[in-house]
Every structure is written in C-alpha cells, then in structure tokens.
C-alpha cells in the first residue's frame, strides 16, 4: 500500500530516534494489517501493533533520543529481538534506495508513506515473518536533509 501523508514534512535525523516498547498506541497516519501485525506509520517514525507489544521509533519530545543496535528482550509471552542500523548516503545512493523502497508498496503486508514535499522523505514497513510461533517486520525511514537511511528488523518468537 503506498500512501501519500496530507501532513508537511518536517526532516529529522537518526539521533532523534527513540526506540520504546512503553509508549501508548497513537492514530496512525498509515497503516496496514498483516495477519496479526499491524503496522502503523507515525509520518517519519512507526508502531508496530501485536498481541500487547507496542514497538516504536520515533522522534518523541521528551523521551532522549535512543536507537539502540540490538536489543534482546522477554515481552508479553515472546522473545522480542531488535536490530536497527543507520546508513550515511550521498543523495543519489538515497534517493536510488528510496525507489527501491517505494516498490515495496505492491507487496502483500506492506505500506510505504511518502511526503509529497520531498520525493526522497519516505517511511516503509513489511511484514516479514508470520508464522504460529514467530512473527517478523522490518522498517525503513529515510531521511534526505540528513543523508540517513534508517532500518531496523524486529523478530518476536515463542
């Protein structure tokens, strides 16, 4: 699914990240079901939704900012795994990325957001996994003022 956000978008960058499993459930810009998942697009940031587990990343004012490498935790009756990298990018190497990304919006389980002021400014989400006893999302968030790609790969198993 690719949807288009009627909302102005405002750049920011990889370390204005928070990373949480605490935060409330808020109204999506976007968002999709995946079987059980549902992935919800926060405009530059996102919630994934299943069975209790809230994870979010995204820029929330007063959290401090934290997007850890990995993390490894017992949440809710799973074993919840997160991995997120950032990658520095020329523009055309982001912008060539970001196309990539947006093809994403055809498969089954997927929703990419995009800003109609800046082309390259997109937020992608895809189910991975789905399955009795794992469940798997991978995201992406680019970041064009800043020369950031954003992704992360959660995996949550019984």
Do not use: I, K, N
């Amino acid at each position: 699914m690719l949807a288009t956000l009627d909302v102005p978008y405002v750049d920011t960058r990889a370390a204005d990240l928070v990373w949480t499993l605490d935060h409330p459930v808020v109204p999506a810009l976007a968002l999709t079901a995946a079987g059980p998942l549902e992935l919800r697009v926060l405009g530059a940031s996102h919630q994934v939704v299943l069975d209790g587990v809230v994870e979010t990343v995204a820029c929330l004012p007063g959290e401090p900012a934290r997007l850890p490498g990995a993390v490894r935790r017992e949440v809710g009756g799973w074993t919840y795994r997160f991995r997120a990298s950032v990658e520095e990018l020329p523009a055309t190497v982001l912008r060539a990325r970001v196309g990539e990304l947006r093809r994403l919006a055809a498969v089954p389980g997927a929703v990419v957001a995009a800003f109609p002021s800046d082309p390259d400014a997109v937020t992608a989400l895809r189910a991975d996994r789905l399955d009795a006893g794992a469940v798997g999302w991978s995201t992406w968030h680019a970041y064009p003022g800043a020369g950031q790609l954003v992704t992360t790969r959660t995996e949550l198993t019984r």
